[in-house]
């Protein structure tokens, strides 16, 4: 949503952004007699509770191109009486970004960030959300022209080596001149 530096000679992104989930597990579904609720909701305080209500399985993810520490400003989970999950988390970090100079200073540069499922495929996939991803017009970036993106989904062969689900959030921009 927001670039906040970008870090030319270490080829460093430091951005804000949310990232969203939505997934349904049967497991998670629930009476909403019991509750008098039609949905249960964990924020950053009772996430660790929320961990421990679906056993610390649940579509848990890493960005691959993150540099040092993610910082999550903060997230909520939406568990909807018949088990569709909804997941929101507003963060802040540094991604490596990989710089070709041959064009300089007339040069267009692709951005890459890269976010890996933990489990394997076989319990986990990404699916485009519709309408979600953006780049804010506002991102607060002024030597690049920060215009259009794409996402990807694809599939990565994780440290594990076993195929995992990827999501990728790319955008090329050209310098700004003026």
Known sequence: QQIINIDQPNEIMKAVGTIALEWTDLA???NPDECNCSSRVY????????LDYVQGR???????NQQGNRWTQNRVIEIESSGRVRYLERMSTDFQVD??????PFDEQD???HVDQIYSEDYYQFALMEGFSEIDPNNGEDEFKLTDFDTQISSDLSSREVPTSR???????????S
């Open 28 to 30: 998670l579904a629930f």
């Open 58 to 64: 649940w579509p848990d993810f890493t960005f691959f």
């Open 99 to 104: 710089f070709d100079w041959t064009a300089y």
């Open 167 to 177: 999501f990728t959030f790319h955008f090329s921009a050209p310098r700004n001149l």
């Open 111 to 113: 951005f890459y960030i």
């Open 43 to 50: 924020t950053e305080t009772s996430f660790n509770k929320f």
